[in-house]
């Protein structure tokens, strides 16, 4: 069979990383994408390493102009785009709405929900004109519930989840599925800069998890792989919650 092509935004630390190694692994061609040109080829080495064809591309997700090149590089490089993951994220300024900044939700909504719109908007374009596709685009508990000192980012993500229903809606028309997936905490940077390096400190904000931990980058990546895949063809227009049971409580 032939494999996939899979454009992974930002894709150069933390989930987008661990996904991008997991879709090299399993022989498909790799799209990787970042702000950062040097870690990019770095990371396009390695995922060939393992016996994937993949490239690096660089793009700002919030910059349609380099959005719009990445897509037409990924189709032009492999001929066809069939999976996209938009994981290109940031928390922005955490702190109580009495703090907030017109510029942190400028900034936190240009990369979390323009960047996330435009990738889209592109990979649509791309996977109508082909007739199928499936995209996955990075939510998180944020999208799903209110957390103090978080507003922004929280909206922000309320936000990808509205645009992942609506972008559902229309791709059923031509055969793209669109799905999210909402981690809950996970060992990465992000994570530190939410809850702190301190260890006890997050101990006691995963001691709030049923499951009574935070999550791997590998855990999430497994469960992007499965919604994207040809496993989940019924699945279109969900939020999948991975979050050691944080939502169900
Ligand atoms: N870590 C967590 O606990 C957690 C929980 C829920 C959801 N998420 C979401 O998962 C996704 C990946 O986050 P992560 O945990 O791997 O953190 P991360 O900070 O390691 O990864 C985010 C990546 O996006 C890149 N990025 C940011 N703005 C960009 C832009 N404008 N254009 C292109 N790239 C850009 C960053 O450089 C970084 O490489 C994000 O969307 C995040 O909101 C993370």
Redesign the pocket.
Known sequence: MKQPTVLI??A?????RATAIAFAKQGANVVVS??HEVAGQSLAAELRTLGANAEFVK????NEADVSKLIEKAVSLFGQLDIAVN????EGELGPITGQTAENVHATFS?NVL?TLLSMKHEMRAMQAQGHGSIVN?S??AGKVGVAGASVYVASKHAVEGLTKSAALEGAAFGVRVNAVA?G??Q????DRFVGRDESQKAGFLSGIPLKRAATVDEIAETILFVASSKATYLTGQSIAVDGGFTIQ
């Open positions: 935004t930002g150069l630390t933390g989930i987008g970042g702000r793009a700002d997700v919030a994981n290109a994220g940031t990369t960047g990075l998180s508990i981690p905490p996970v990465t940077d992000m994570l």
